[in-house]
C-alpha cells in the first residue's frame, strides 16, 4: 500500500490516509450533504436561476469544507509544503469542463485500469470533471506523468497546475467513485 495523505479539509494536518479513513470520509453524510449542495447550484445554472460565476465562487467556498487527500505524498510534520513532502510514487490527473465524466470514463479509461496504472477514478466535486489517481511510470517527475498520462487519453487541456507534491484531491461521496483499488 502506497503512503498518502489525508486531512479533514484543506487547512487542516495531514495524516496517512487509511482505508478506515478514507472510506469514512466518502461514506459520511456531511461529504454527500456538500456534494449534493454543489449539485444543485450546478442546476440552478442550467436552469438560468444562476450565473456560472455565482457557481464557481460557491463551489471554491463549498469545497472547502471537504475532507482531502494528497495522492502525491505524505508530509513530515503533517504540514503540506513540498519540503516536507515524502512521495508516494502515485500522480493525480484532471480532465475539467465535461459534460458526461462518466460516460467519459466508460469510453475512455475503464477498459484501461490496468495499463494506465489508476488506483482511483471519481467525478469532481462539481460533477463536470474527471479526476484520475494514477500509479507515475518509473523514473518520472509529477509534471512528467501528467504530460505521460494527457498523451494516453489525447488531452491536449490537461490541468498543469497540479504538479506539485503539496496539491491535494477534495473527496467525494461513494457515489461518485468510478474505481477504487484499495491495497494501492
Not at 124 to 134: A, D, H, K, M, V
Not at 156 to 164: H, P
Request: glycine share 6%; aromatic share 8%; with cysteine.
Amino acid at each position: 500500500m502506497r503512503k498518502i495523505g489525508f486531512s479533514k479539509n484543506n487547512f487542516s494536518k495531514v495524516v496517512p490516509c487509511t482505508v478506515e479513513l478514507l472510506n469514512s470520509a466518502i461514506d459520511s453524510a456531511e461529504v454527500m450533504n456538500v456534494c449534493g449542495q454543489i449539485a444543485n447550484k450546478l442546476e440552478a445554472v442550467k436552469a438560468g436561476q444562476a450565473t456560472r460565476t455565482e457557481f464557481d465562487e460557491y463551489k471554491t467556498a463549498m469545497k472547502k469544507q471537504l475532507p482531502v487527500l494528497t495522492p502525491h505524498a505524505i508530509f513530515k510534520n503533517g504540514e503540506r509544503k513540498n519540503a516536507e513532502a515524502i512521495p508516494s510514487g502515485l500522480s493525480m490527473y484532471d480532465i475539467d469542463h465535461i459534460e458526461n465524466p462518466r460516460g467519459y470514463y466508460h469510453s475512455m479509461i475503464e477498459d484501461r485500469i490496468s495499463e494506465l496504472g489508476i488506483v482511483m477514478a471519481h467525478e469532481t466535486p462539481s460533477t463536470e470533471g474527471l479526476r484520475l489517481i494514477f500509479e507515475m511510470p518509473a523514473g518520472m517527475t509529477l509534471a512528467e506523468a501528467q504530460k505521460w498520462m494527457s498523451e494516453q487519453l489525447g488531452d491536449e487541456n490537461y490541468d498543469g497546475s497540479v504538479k506539485d507534491y503539496a496539491r491535494c484531491s477534495y473527496l467525494v461521496p461513494r457515489a461518485y467513485l468510478l474505481y477504487l483499488d484499495e491495497e494501492e
